[in-house]
């Protein structure tokens, strides 16, 4: 699955004033992420997927795929905690010009490692395209433990995890005990130099959206191990990554790229833009960056 390795950026959804879909800007943000990205993820949380309409999701889906001028290869998000509704959803899909799908852990739920293990084993079997699992305790309430993670592993249609549990204990023993083909990704942008010291395949990234480039040069140091300049590349997010989800996903970021002249920072509710406290922060902090050598 080499192509999964290196970064995938999770794309937004640019909003309109009046909160349609911005078709424009998502064409702008196809071509600047394209300067970095290896694959593009549609429809993940930084996607603000739980508040866009069945319709709209078809219509971003296909416009991401019609509008892919490098052909890179592309990850749909399709999950949630209503197994048979997930299959239903599956059944229901254009695959065309989709590689893979992205698939979070059941949440609010609160599901055994048990129900976790079914719940994706039913997907993976019913999906025509492969399955990436994501891990997000922070926002499901539940950890999807490495001896799962190892289990569902050997399933013939599971080709890899984006890990966004923060414990890297967690994750090594994964990286050691893994098939080898079986992807493990960075769900922390921060950790995208950790990931690829341990043997992981790079990131799924929000700040990727606004800064590509930057990813690239840490995948590009990583390949040629040397994982000191990968970190060094690294370090100079640690000011902006913070302030990116003070106020939720994907907030931060579509302040930072309505800096960037690429889409407006109109988020839908029960997100809100950026407060004013919070633009601030994000505007120093990218004074700061750029300020620092790449």
Same mark, same amino acid.
Request: with cysteine.
């Given at each position: 699955?080499?192509?999964?390795?290196?970064?995938?950026?999770?794309?937004?959804? *640019?909003f309109?004033?009046?909160?349609?879909?911005?078709?424009?800007?998502? /064409?702008k943000?196809?071509?600047?992420?394209? /300067?970095?990205?290896?694959?593009?993820?549609?429809?993940?949380?930084?996607?603000?997927?739980?508040? %866009?309409?069945?319709?709209?999701?078809?219509?971003?889906?296909?416009?991401?795929v019609n509008n892919?001028?490098?052909?890179?290869?592309?990850?749909?998000?399709i999950?949630?905690n209503?197994?048979?509704?997930v299959?239903?959803?599956?059944?229901?899909?254009?695959?065309?010009? @989709?590689?893979a799908?992205?698939?979070v852990?059941p949440?609010y739920?609160?599901?055994s490692?048990?129900?976790?293990?079914?719940?994706?084993?039913?997907?993976?079997?019913?999906? *025509?395209?492969?399955?990436?699992?994501?891990?997000?305790?922070?926002?499901?309430?539940?950890? %999807?433990?490495a001896?799962?993670?190892?289990?569902?592993?050997e399933?013939?249609?599971?080709?890899?995890?984006?890990?966004?549990?923060?414990?890297m204990?967690q994750?090594?023993?994964?990286?050691?005990n893994?098939p /080898?083909d079986?992807?493990?990704?960075?769900?922390?942008? %921060?950790?995208t130099?950790?990931?690829?010291?341990?043997?992981g395949?790079?990131?799924?990234?929000?700040?990727a959206n606004?800064?590509?480039?930057?990813?690239?040069?840490?995948?590009?140091h990583?390949v040629?191990?040397?994982?000191?300049?990968?970190?060094?590349?690294?370090?100079? %997010?640690?000011?902006?990554?913070? *302030?990116?989800? +003070?106020?939720?996903?994907? @907030?931060?970021? /579509?302040f930072?790229l309505d800096?960037?002249?690429i889409?407006? *920072? +109109?988020?839908?509710?029960?997100?809100?833009?950026?407060?004013?406290?919070?633009q601030?922060?994000?505007k120093?902090?990218?004074?700061?960056?750029?300020s620092k050598?790449?």
């Amino acid at each position: 699955m080499k192509k999964f390795f290196g970064t995938g950026v999770a794309l937004v959804t *640019p909003f309109l004033e009046d909160g349609s879909i911005d078709f424009k800007s998502l /064409k702008k943000l196809l071509a600047h992420t394209a /300067k970095g990205a290896d694959y593009y993820v549609v429809l993940g949380t930084t996607g603000e997927s739980a508040t %866009l309409t069945r319709e709209e999701k078809k219509q971003i889906i296909e416009f991401v795929v019609n509008n892919n001028t490098k052909g890179l290869p592309v990850v749909y998000g399709i999950g949630g905690n209503h197994t048979s509704e997930v299959i239903q959803t599956i059944k229901a899909t254009d695959f065309r010009g @989709v590689d893979a799908i992205l698939s979070v852990s059941p949440y609010y739920n609160k599901p055994s490692q048990e129900g976790i293990y079914q719940h994706f084993k039913a997907i993976a079997t019913a999906s *025509p395209v492969p399955v990436i699992l994501y891990n997000v305790p922070g926002r499901t309430a539940s950890n %999807l433990t490495a001896a799962t993670t190892l289990r569902l592993a050997e399933h013939k249609n599971i080709i890899g995890i984006k890990e966004a549990s923060g414990n890297m204990e967690q994750c090594m023993n994964i990286a050691k005990n893994k098939p /080898k083909d079986f992807l493990l990704i960075s769900g922390d942008d %921060l950790l995208t130099s950790a990931f690829y010291a341990i043997g992981g395949a790079g990131v799924i990234s929000v700040l990727a959206n606004a800064l590509p480039s930057v990813f690239n040069k840490m995948k590009v140091h990583a390949v040629n191990g040397n994982i000191l300049k990968s970190s060094l590349e690294q370090f100079r %997010l640690l000011e902006i990554n913070g *302030p990116m989800y +003070e106020e939720g996903n994907p @907030v931060g970021v /579509k302040f930072l790229l309505d800096q960037l002249q690429i889409c407006s *920072p +109109e988020v839908r509710l029960p997100l809100v833009k950026a407060s004013l406290p919070l633009q601030q922060k994000i505007k120093t902090a990218f004074d700061s960056y750029k300020s620092k050598k790449g």
